[in-house]
Nanobody, 116 residues
């Protein structure tokens, strides 16, 4: 059984920064990627960023240049550094891991609120 524990959300003013963390426990080898998604009220969940086992990354166009995803393999933790936050970044952010088999797990979500 895999458990994902997220932390780091909160309230920040526009232009500020937050760092999200997601620690994974359980059977976590053979991962394809670890990533972050977000869901704003009334909107569909969308990909924010992913980091693959190779170390390559991809980002949503809306966050490129502002957000950075990284991973600490020793701690089985993925991070999302969010800079220059905008009110439109307000959402619940979810950690996601996916195995090569296609099996995936989700965290419980952490609220990020950016005030104008």
């Amino acid at each position: 059984q895999v458990r994902l524990v997220e932390s780091g959300g909160g309230l920040v003013q526009a232009g500020g920064s937050l760092r999200l963390s997601c620690a994974a426990s359980g059977t976590i080898f053979s991962l394809n990627y670890m990533g972050w998604y977000r869901q704003a009220p009334g909107k569909q969940r969308e990909l924010v960023a992913r980091i693959f086992s190779s170390g390559s990354t991809n980002y949503a166009d809306s966050v490129k240049g502002r957000f950075t995803i990284s991973r600490d393999n020793a701690k089985n933790t993925v991070y999302l550094q969010m800079n220059s936050l905008k009110p439109e970044d307000t959402a619940v952010y979810y950690c996601n891991i996916r195995y090569y088999s296609g099996v995936e797990y989700w965290g419980q979500g952490t609220q990020v609120t950016v005030s104008s």
